[in-house]
């Protein structure tokens, strides 16, 4: 992605984290409205996402949490301050699953992308600093006044027994040519169902290559025999209402 070149006054960073951005050069590397994310580029490269307080503490906890099994960046620092929540990761070598180097082979790309949420799906739960998120996912439909009773068409009962990305979208998985550095933006990760991720992991494929024809691809990739489709209808729906 495109990163213009842009400027910080330093001295709005909580302490902790300055003395990492002295005489560094910042570039806007931001893709949504919720968090400003700053490239970093000094003596070391690092990112820093700076968002409205109580908003980043779960992508710092879940970020450290997949560190741990060598799977998301190191993060470096998380701080806050009266109004933001700062997080400072470290830069992995690599580019995102959009890169041009990825796209140019899109077969591939749905298999590895398939492989490697498995990898994912595959990690022990122990010691995951979250684990309820299909419930947390059902809690926030109910407050917002969704019938939940509409997902009682799947005859699916979802469960919370492997760890999720929350997001698995193509922007969110570092590679270098197709070679796994980590996962990133972990904000909505936690203990949760496959089928949530398997739901956005053929979403992002769809939008991203506009075509559903590596659909069975990356569905071989990560295991149909651990596919339900009434699980992958089950979320479609949840995330219709939700939207």
């Given at each position: 992605?495109?990163?213009?070149?842009?400027?910080?006054?330093?001295?709005?960073?909580?302490?902790?984290?300055r003395p990492y951005l002295k005489g560094?050069?910042?570039?806007?590397?931001?893709?949504?409205e919720q968090a400003k994310t700053l490239?970093?580029?000094?003596?070391?490269?690092?990112?820093?996402?700076?968002?409205?307080?109580?908003?980043?503490?779960?992508?710092?906890?879940?970020?450290?949490?997949?560190?741990?099994?060598?799977?998301?960046?190191?993060?470096?620092?998380?701080?806050?301050?009266?109004?933001?929540?700062?997080?400072?990761?470290?830069?992995?070598?690599?580019?995102?699953?959009?890169?041009?180097?990825?796209?140019?082979?899109?077969?591939?790309?749905?298999?590895?992308?398939?492989?490697?949420?498995?990898?994912?799906?595959?990690?022990?739960?122990?010691?995951?600093?979250?684990?309820?998120?299909?419930?947390?996912?059902?809690?926030?439909?109910?407050?917002?006044?969704?019938?939940?009773?509409?997902?009682?068409?799947?005859?699916?009962?979802?469960?919370?027994?492997?760890?999720?990305?929350?997001?698995?979208?193509?922007?969110?998985?570092?590679?270098?040519?197709?070679?796994?550095?980590?996962?990133?933006?972990?904000?909505?990760?936690?203990?949760?169902?496959?089928?949530f991720d398997i739901y956005w992991g053929?979403?992002?494929?769809?939008?991203?290559?506009?075509?559903?024809?590596?659909?069975?691809?990356?569905?071989?990739?990560?295991?149909?025999?651990?596919?339900?489709?009434?699980?992958?209808?089950?979320?479609?729906?949840?995330?219709?209402?939700?939207?």
């Amino acid at each position: 992605m495109k990163r213009p070149k842009v400027s910080l006054d330093i001295e709005t960073i909580p302490p902790t984290i300055r003395p990492y951005l002295k005489g560094a050069t910042f570039y806007n590397s931001s893709c949504s409205e919720q968090a400003k994310t700053l490239y970093v580029v000094g003596a070391d490269r690092a990112f820093l996402k700076i968002s409205k307080r109580g908003t980043l503490e779960r992508e710092y906890k879940m970020t450290e949490f997949l560190h741990g099994h060598h799977l998301a960046p190191k993060a470096i620092a998380y701080e806050s301050d009266p109004e933001n929540d700062y997080l400072f990761s470290e830069a992995v070598s690599g580019e995102d699953g959009t890169a041009d180097q990825h796209f140019e082979n899109p077969g591939k790309l749905a298999a590895v992308f398939g492989e490697y949420l498995r990898v994912l799906h595959s990690l022990p739960t122990a010691g995951c600093p979250y684990t309820n998120r299909t419930a947390e996912l059902l809690v926030d439909g109910a407050g917002k006044g969704i019938d939940l009773s509409q997902l009682d068409e799947f005859m699916y009962s979802a469960s919370d027994n492997v760890i999720i990305h929350g997001d698995y979208c193509l922007p969110n998985i570092i590679m270098d040519h197709f070679s796994l550095k980590g996962f990133i933006d972990l904000g909505y990760g936690g203990v949760g169902d496959r089928h949530f991720d398997i739901y956005w992991g053929l979403w992002t494929l769809h939008y991203n290559l506009k075509t559903d024809i590596y659909r069975d691809i990356f569905l071989d990739a990560y295991g149909r025999s651990d596919v339900d489709l009434d699980g992958l209808n089950y979320f479609a729906k949840l995330v219709e209402l939700m939207d």
